[in-house]
DNA sequence: TATAAAATTTAGTCTTGCCTAAATTATTGT
DNA sequence: ACAATAATTTAGGCAAGACTAAATTTTATA
C-alpha cells in the first residue's frame, strides 16, 4: 500500500535529517513537521512496528530509514524535484514560488505523471534548486559536481575524477591509491574542521577540506 | 476555511445531481461517493448546520446546494476541468486518462496554480471533453451552444439568439415577448416530453422541445 | 557524582470521516 | 387503505493522526 501523506512527510524529513549519517531526533522531526514530539513518537511507534518496516527505532536512540523506507522516502522526493523543476519551466514560476505547490502535489500525482513530466523535461538531473534529482529506480544520484568532502560517516561510493589538483597533490593521493575507480568509505565526519575519515584498501587516512573538495565522487 | 477534500468531493457530486433542478438523495450521493448512506446522512447534517451553511437539507428530503455551497462546488470543478485541458495539451495524456489524475490534483492545486494554467491555454470554455469550464468568478457558463432546453426548474437567464427558427415562429416568439435580450425564468419541467414552463414579463407559457431547442441563452 | 535541564515517551483525549446494525419514515402495489 | 419494500436516519464503533499533561530517561552542569 502507499503510504499516507502524512507517513511521506515524515519518510521525507527522516531522510533529509540522516543525510549526515546519525540518526534523527524526535525533537528535530518534530520541528521539521510542525507537529509535537509526543505524536512524533507514536508516529514513529507505528512505522518501525509494521508489517515491512519502513523505519529503524530504538527507543531515545533516533530514527533511521530501512532500505524500503528510503526507497518510499526517495520516491517523494523525486515527485517534488521534478514538480518543482517542470512548474517553474512551463508555467513560469520563479524558483521561491514553486516550494509550497510541489509540497503538495508531490502526493498525489500518478507514476504516469512523474513519467510524463520526467520524459517532458528530458530527465533532468537538478531541480531549480540545483538540488539532484533522484533516479527512476530510486537512488540519489552523485554526479561529478558532488566532491567527497559533501560525504558523512557511513557513507562510501567510487572514484570518479579528480579536479583542480596540482600535480604534487596527484602524485599524493596516487601514493593512498586514491585514484579514479578506487572505492571508498567514510569512517568518521569532524564537523570542526570537516576533515574526514576515510578508508581505501583496508587502510584509514584523515584528508583536509582543500583536499576531499577535490575529489569527486558517486556513491555506491 | 477551505473545505476538505472529502467535503470538495461532497459538494461536486451534489451539484452535479442538482443540475436537473431537483434536490439530491442520500441514495444517489453515497452511489457516486462510494460510501455508504448512512455516512452520507452524517455528512450532509454536519454541512448543513455549519456557520456559513454549505447546504440546505430537510429531513428525508434530499439535498441542495447554497450559494456559498454553489461557489464552493464551482472552484472545485474549475479545477478538474481545467486540470484536464491542461494535462491533455502538455503532456499528451488521451481524453480517457486525464480523469483520474485531475480527480487527485484538483484538491490541492493553488489559486495561483489555477490562474497559470488558465492563462497558459488562452482562458478555455470547454474541457476535452466537451463540458463548459466554470469561470474565474465561478458561474458556470450557458453560451450560445446551450439551449433553454437545457434548464430545468428554477433556473433563470437572458436570451442570446435565436436560431433555426422559421418566419413563422420568429413572430410566434416575439408575440410572446421571446426575443434577444429578454429575461425568462423556468417554471417548471416535465421529464416526459420535455417541455418547459417558463415566465416571461409576468406571462407564463409552456414551449415544446421543437420551439425550446432553438433559442439560446446565458444563466443569469 | 548529584542534580537540574532537556529530550523522549506514556497515557488519555479529540476530530474527521468512514462503517455496520437497527430503527424509522416514505413509497408503492394491490 | 395497508402491508411490503425501499430509502433514510440513528446509534454505536473504529482508524488515522494530531494534542496536552504527566512520567520517565538522558544529558549536561556544578
Redesign the interface.
Known amino acids: 500500500m502507499k503510504p499516507s501523506t502524512s507517513i511521506q512527510d515524515y519518510l521525507k524529513r527522516i531522510y533529509e535529517l540522516t543525510e549526515s549519517g546519525s540518526p534523527a531526533s524526535t525533537n528535530d522531526l518534530a520541528r521539521e513537521l510542525n507537529i509535537k514530539p509526543a505524536s512524533v513518537t507514536g508516529m514513529i511507534q507505528k512505522l518501525a512496528s509494521e508489517k515491512p518496516a519502513l523505519i529503524e527505532y530504538q527507543k531515545h536512540q533516533g530514527v533511521t530509514l530501512t532500505s524500503a523506507g528510503k526507497k518510499a522516502a526517495l520516491e517523494v522526493i523525486r515527485h517534488h524535484r521534478l514538480l518543482e523543476t517542470w512548474l517553474v519551466q512551463?508555467?513560469?514560476?520563479s524558483w521561491d514560488?514553486v516550494h509550497?505547490?510541489a509540497e503538495?502535489?508531490e502526493?498525489?500525482?500518478?507514476e504516469?505523471?512523474e513519467r510524463?513530466?520526467a520524459a517532458?523535461l528530458g530527465h533532468p538531473l537538478r531541480d531549480p534548486h540545483g538540488e539532484l534529482i533522484p533516479t527512476a529506480d530510486l537512488k540519489m544520484p552523485l554526479d561529478d559536481t558532488t566532491p567527497l568532502s559533501a560525504l558523512r560517516k557511513n557513507q562510501s561510493g567510487k572514484i570518479l575524477s579528480i579536479k583542480g589538483a596540482d600535480a604534487d597533490l596527484l602524485r599524493y593521493l596516487d601514493e593512498l591509491g586514491l585514484t579514479p575507480n578506487t572505492m571508498i568509505e567514510v569512517i568518521d565526519y569532524s564537523p570542526f574542521d570537516h576533515n574526514l575519515t576515510i578508508k581505501v584498501e583496508k587502510k584509514t587516512h584523515v584528508l583536509g577540506l582543500s583536499v576531499t573538495s577535490k575529489i569527486f565522487i558517486e556513491e555506491s
Chains 1, 2 share one sequence.
Request: aromatic share 12%; no cysteine; hydrophobic share 40%.
Open positions: 512551463t508555467l513560469g514560476y514560488e509550497e505547490e503538495k502535489l502526493h498525489v500525482i500518478s504516469d505523471f510524463r513530466i517532458a
